[in-house]
């Protein structure tokens, strides 16, 4: 046997031995990690601006000043400097989303690259790097430049279940940077109100169509599609102090817009005044016990909701042309009656028949609410326990073509007749599902209007994320808080309760600590803090 074999199987023997040994594996040093940019320009920007703080991941400023659409406005305006300062034309795309929308033509995705490179170097102004459909990265201003060159020399990854598409050399596409979202965030001094990049603007870099005429939009349709054959701008809207040219092809109305006024009414009682106190003591005297079932003092309790039930309309809900305060002839003592957009209407002012006065039901309130004067025929209606809890838009209560769009009780109405366990509410319902003819029985008439209306197809159901609460459960307070950090509820009610859980004391005390925390800015409507 050639020797070459021989050796060939011995070293095969002593590599299989080898094989079998326990080996002992030496761990050489931890290869470094490269700095974060982001966080390394943090770091310098803290000692720049004395006054920033980080909140969670990002930098930002306090302001205790600013509400929710003041933030997003400013925003825009604060871009529209850095435009207008490079000379570069912008146009605004009208949008039901939130957030405001530039529209960047094509050729000029470089210098405004270098624009706010430039302008917002040294500041604590972020921007996200936008693609088709999704967010590439995070950079400041001093990154920006090379954080776009890196994301495109990264090949795209292809969806879950879809194949690499090859590009016209046969590789596939890169990542390309369709826009910016920038944003300067700031948070109160209690932090517990944050403006970050769902307060930003998004710059959107359009495409040249491939004949050379029109433009492509980026990263989101318009009501005529993705083309449109001009770019150029109508009038200028007037936005934050500064002229903001239009998209002049989406300037129109279109059929899913509002262009109707929208009003917000509020009824309200406070039941610390001595007039209200002694009226109300004189009709319960003179009641019967029916009537007196549910005259329980919590149902006028005032809590001070109405100053925050103010501020989220403020905050949430610019758009309100002007709200209307229904109360028994009180005003508290810090609400600005003569601002413009506020008008106190008194019961004794109403009222079609003045002789049923004093009236301390609700239900009875509500019949009357179409009387006010000057009241929009589109309205919102609050009890003073109801609150915005994040940006909504007209279209989300009304259609283009003034229907409105309601939120239903999943629940029905339990079968039966009514019984002396049925709640308040149950029980009127149960009056308006039994009143053969009309009746001097207690009816719901805004629970009534809104369902007759759906059945009849004057109403079309809403989609809305709401958060009901009563206030003596413990554990449905204890909610609050996750409410608080995520802000996830288009709408919240926080409904007074007398039960035995939580004595009203510690309800009060609740309430007031996060009805502060949720509403830390002022509305207009006030001439003094609480």
């Not at 939130?98 to 500041?123: K, N, S, T």
Request: with cysteine; net charge negative; proline share 8%.
């Amino acid at each position: 046997m050639p020797a070459a074999v021989l050796a060939g199987r011995a070293a095969r023997r002593l590599v299989r031995r080898l094989c079998r040994l326990p080996v002992r594996v030496v761990a050489g040093p931890e290869p470094e990690q490269a700095p974060d940019p982001v966080r390394t320009t943090e770091m310098r920007l803290l000692g720049l601006h004395p006054g920033l703080v980080r909140h969670g991941d990002r930098l930002a400023g306090i302001r205790d000043d600013l509400l929710s659409w003041q933030a997003r406005d400013a925003g825009l305006a604060e871009v529209a400097e850095v435009l207008d300062g490079a000379g570069i034309r912008y146009a605004l795309v009208p949008d039901p989303g939130y957030r405001h929308r530039l529209a960047i033509r094509p050729g000029d995705r470089r210098a405004v690259l270098d624009a706010f490179a430039e302008a917002c170097a040294d500041q604590p102004v972020y921007f996200e790097l936008l693609g088709h459909g999704k967010e590439l990265g995070l950079t400041l201003a001093d990154g920006l430049l090379a954080a776009v060159a890196a994301t495109e020399a990264v090949r795209a990854d292809p969806e879950p279940g879809q194949q690499e598409e090859p590009g016209e050399s046969g590789e596939p596409e890169i990542e390309r940077v369709k826009g910016l979202r920038v944003f300067r965030p700031t948070v109160t001094t209690g932090r517990t109100l944050y403006y970050g990049a769902d307060h930003g603007c998004d710059l959107e870099f359009w495409d040249a169509d491939a004949e050379g005429s029109g433009a492509v939009a980026a990263i989101a349709e318009t009501p005529y599609g993705w083309w449109l054959p001009s770019m150029e701008t109508s009038g200028p809207v007037r936005i934050a102090g500064r002229d903001i040219p239009v998209l002049g092809l989406l300037a129109g109305t279109f059929p899913k817009d509002i262009d109707f006024p929208v009003d917000a009414v509020i009824t309200w009682v406070d039941d610390s005044g001595p007039g209200w106190c002694r009226r109300r003591a004189a009709a319960l005297a003179t009641a019967g016990p029916e009537l007196r079932l549910d005259a329980a003092d919590h149902r006028y309790r005032n809590r001070d909701e109405l100053r925050y039930c103010l501020r989220s309309i403020a905050a949430y809900a610019p758009w309100v042309r002007r709200i209307f305060l229904v109360t028994d002839d009180q005003v508290p003592p810090w609400l600005d009656t003569a601002h413009p957009g506020l008008t106190v209407v008194p019961h004794r002012e109403l009222f079609a028949d003045p002789a049923v006065l004093p009236v301390f039901n609700s239900h009875a309130i509500e019949t009357q609410l179409h009387r006010i004067p000057g009241l929009a025929e589109h309205f919102l209606y609050f009890n003073d326990d109801l609150f915005l809890g994040r940006p909504v838009q007209p279209h989300s209560f009304f259609l283009g073509s003034g229907l409105p769009r309601i939120v239903r009780n999943s629940r029905t109405v339990p079968p039966g007749e009514r019984t002396e366990g049925d709640s308040v509410y149950t029980a009127a319902q149960k009056n308006a599902r039994a009143a053969v003819f009309r009746s001097a029985a207690d009816l719901p008439p805004v629970t009534l209007a809104l369902y007759a209306a759906h059945a009849t197809g004057q109403a079309v159901d809403a989609r809305l994320e709401h958060f009901y609460a009563v206030t003596d459960r413990a554990e449905q307070l204890g909610r609050l808080a996750d409410l608080l950090a995520s802000r996830w509820a288009d709408t919240f009610c926080l409904a007074d309760g007398d039960g035995p859980e939580l004595p009203a004391e510690e309800q009060s005390r609740v309430l007031a600590e996060f009805l502060r925390d949720y509403y830390p800015v002022a509305s207009p409507y006030e001439l003094s803090p609480p």
